[in-house]
């Protein structure tokens, strides 16, 4: 290796597969060069990536300059500048510029064009990938500033690929496989996500937010995107009628000839299928129970958890009339503590063009954040600076007990004067007829 | 707003701030417009294709400044590589 690097090397020596031995593999790869590719950056990029991450660790700090001014022509987003403050002492990484790409709905792939994608990076970038970074997308970890062109213009034109969002921007909407492959998805997770990343180009790649915005779509409560916890809005699948119940099925299950859990917990001793342990005591709001043989559920009850069907995927089945839940305001900390989303649409059908989800909710919510949102303030914070009833009365949907955690919890809703008979003044001449002085 | 006029609005005032700062987000900019977000976006995005303006990005925020204007352009050698 060019470096020395005692304090990675240690790295390696845990249990875990390691990026060091990944990194060191690809700097060894790059210098035989086995396949003739024509690196347009520096061959020994990896090797100095090494070297800088040595130093930091030595030194306790980072190599790393903050942001940059690089981009390709017409997008504000899709690449980060990065520039190594030891550029004399590690050259290969002197520009070292990640670039995020839009990855396909749903992370669906074919070989051939993940081959496409490795081969364009090796030639113009470091060769190093992060698959996928945690908004989702397809990072490329690495490259020159007079790279950056030749690449868009190597993914838009040939490989159909566009650049994802950073910056103020929309960020690239990520989704869960849902109906692709999964039987628990209420809506076209997939379908959803691609019409609007097509819908909000412009947002996506020119930043005119006060800062990041996220769309997140889980097809059902189970959240494999976990939405409700890191989008500005999230798009939660769920249903309004009944769990569909088959209750021979249900028999099975509880007579061991159906694994629970698809028999993702069968490799410890557990003892047989307890359903009143492992389903009905756990339900969450207690709307289960055993009549007999037959397994009950008060429907108006369930909160759609997703417990019992995850258990009893084969006996029992989401509802039939399906839509989705939509949450704003969820939130890593930066300048407030970490939020989880607020609910704010408690059920909405989802049909394609979704025009309600555009007009309704989308874009009154940007009107207002964008005019009234402060710098580097995200949605969630604006709703808790100004209150959740200005989200209500800019988005026109009416104050619901499901916004309400629990009874003086969330002081959402206030009165307004025009909603008061006679407003907030009194004639006091009427007043005097009924109370004393 | 007409665009020169815009585009002259937005120069002179980042220009007399420039001792200060470079930088710029967004609503700086549309409050010197004095427009709405949409509006001001319209114009803005024309003076960036017009290299009048340019992107600085952290990978979380971004911001704007005038083309070449600020330290990173020169000390982080963007002009240098621009140019090759
Ligand atoms: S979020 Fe629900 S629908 Fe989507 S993949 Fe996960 S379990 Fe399936
Ligand atoms: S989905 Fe959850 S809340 Fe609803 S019945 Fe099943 S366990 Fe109970």
Request: glycine share 10%; hydrophobic share 30%; aromatic share 10%.
């Amino acid at each position: 290796m060019k470096h020395e690097t005692p304090l990675l090397d240690q790295l390696e020596t845990g249990p875990w597969p390691s990026f060091v031995s990944d990194l060191k593999q690809e700097a060894e790869k790059r210098a035989k060069n086995e396949e003739g590719t024509e690196f347009q950056i520096p061959v020994d990029v990896v090797d100095d990536l090494i070297g800088v991450l040595e130093l930091s660790y030595k030194h306790g700090c980072t190599h790393w300059k903050h942001g940059g001014i690089v981009g390709v022509f017409g997008y504000g987003g899709g690449v980060i500048g990065r520039y190594c403050d030891q550029p004399e002492m590690f050259p290969g990484v002197a520009h070292f510029h990640t670039l995020r790409v839009n990855q396909p709905a749903g992370h669906f792939y074919t070989t051939k064009y993940l081959r496409e994608l490795c081969d364009l990076w090796d030639f113009r970038g470091s060769g190093v990938t992060n698959m996928h970074g945690s908004t989702g997308d397809i990072i490329f970890i690495g490259t020159t500033t007079k790279q950056l062109e030749e690449i868009f213009y190597e993914m838009t034109h040939k490989l159909d690929q566009d650049l994802g969002g950073s910056g103020s921007n929309l960020r690239t909407p990520s989704d869960c496989i849902g109906q692709a492959r999964c039987e628990f998805a209420c809506y076209d997770t997939q379908d959803l996500c691609y019409e609007l990343t097509q819908e909000y180009q412009d947002e996506l790649h020119r930043p005119a937010f006060p800062y990041k915005f996220k769309f997140k779509f889980d097809g059902c409560p189970n959240c494999c995107v976990a939405s409700i916890a890191r989008a500005d809005l999230s798009f939660i699948g769920t249903w309004r009628d009944d769990i569909k119940i088959d209750q021979e099925v249900v028999q099975a299950y509880m007579g061991g000839e159906i694994a629970p859990n698809g028999g993702a917990h069968k490799d410890r001793d557990w003892g047989p299928f307890d359903i009143q342990k492992e389903v009905i005591d756990r339900c969450p709001t207690k709307c289960m129970w055993m009549d007999g043989k037959e397994l009950k559920i008060d429907n108006k009850e369930c909160t759609r958890c997703m417990h019992c069907i995850n258990v009893m995927p084969r006996a029992l089945r989401i509802g039939n009339d399906r839509g989705v839940t939509i949450l704003a305001g969820a939130k890593a900390p930066i300048l407030d503590g970490a939020q989880m989303g607020s609910l704010l649409v408690p059920f909405m059908k989802v049909e394609p063009p979704y025009d309600e989800i555009k007009e309704k909710v989308i874009e009154p919510i940007w009107d207002w954040w964008m005019e009234e949102g402060k710098n580097r303030e995200r949605l969630g914070e604006l709703m808790k600076r100004q209150g959740f009833q200005k989200l209500l009365e800019v988005t026109g949907f009416d104050p619901d007990p499901r916004m309400i955690q629990e009874p003086r919890s969330n002081p959402y809703v206030f009165w307004k004067e025009e909603e008061v008979p006679g407003g907030w003044s009194r004639d006091i001449n009427e007043f005097r007829k009924q109370h004393q002085r | 707003m007409e665009y020169e006029e815009a585009k002259q609005k937005i120069v002179e005032g980042l220009q007399k701030k420039q001792k200060v700062k470079s930088k710029f987000y967004f609503n700086d900019l549309a409050k010197i417009l004095d427009e709405k977000p949409r509006v001001a976006k319209k114009l803005i995005n024309q003076m960036i294709t017009d290299g009048v303006l340019e992107y600085w990005s952290s990978g979380s925020t971004s911001m704007y400044g005038l083309k070449g204007a600020g330290k990173q352009a020169g000390a982080e050698h963007e002009e240098a590589s621009d140019k090759e």
